[in-house]
């Protein structure tokens, strides 16, 4: 019997190919903590696709095709681990943008290989503990896109780049994240010294 409670807590789906998956599909796990849908061929997901999952705490849509995600996956009241990696064509921007704000207790949140121009405004997000923004290309950072993040421990930023419109805000964002003693790579910074740029 708790081998079967078990099974039924985590799902993984991950390497069959699925193209879609509905809320029907999940509809009799309502108890469902974990579920695993990497490297799939997932293109799109109904708004309601993940409505009933509030006992969900880890979401895996790595590797897929999704353009756009249910803003509900933002707002799941247990969900804390989101792993959105290797999706080159999701507008993760936008998704935020309209779950606005945000209000599952997020404590890891990857966001890598994206092919990202700009980071999602997460807003205010206490829980927030690791953040992978790796793989991507930035066309501006400013530490507004990390400032709501105030109890971050881990920037995930290797094979990363950013071209500053204020070659400050490249002194402003390390200096803010060494002073809450956040794990991450060193930035090049474009301007020789720190007392140039005025906090």
Not at 112 to 124: A, H, K, M, V, Y
Request: with cysteine; glycine share 4%; hydrophobic share 40%.
């Amino acid at each position: 019997m708790l081998y079967l409670l078990f099974l039924f807590q985590i799902i993984d789906l991950s390497y069959n190919r699925l193209r879609k998956i509905t809320r029907q599909d999940l509809s009799r796990y309502t108890s469902l903590k974990m579920l695993y849908l990497s490297d799939n061929m997932i293109i799109k997901l109904e708004n309601s696709t993940f409505q009933d999952m509030d006992k969900l705490i880890s979401l895996d849509l790595s590797i897929n095709g999704l353009s756009k995600l249910p803003p509900v996956i933002f707002h799941l009241p247990s969900l804390k681990r989101l792993y959105l990696s290797q999706n080159q064509n999701i507008n993760i921007v936008e998704t935020v943008e309209e779950a606005s704000p945000i209000t599952s207790p997020l404590e890891s949140l990857d966001i890598g290989f994206n092919d990202l121009e700009t980071l999602p405004n997460l807003g205010i997000m206490p829980y927030l503990l690791l953040y992978n923004i790796s793989g991507n290309n930035l066309d501006n950072m400013e530490i507004k896109d990390v400032a709501g993040l105030c109890n971050l421990k881990t920037l995930v930023n290797d094979n990363f780049t950013t071209y500053f419109t204020n070659p400050c805000d490249c002194w402003n964002i390390q200096r803010w994240l060494k002073e809450k003693k956040v794990k991450f790579t060193e930035m090049l910074c474009e301007v020789q010294t720190q007392g140039k740029c005025e906090q």
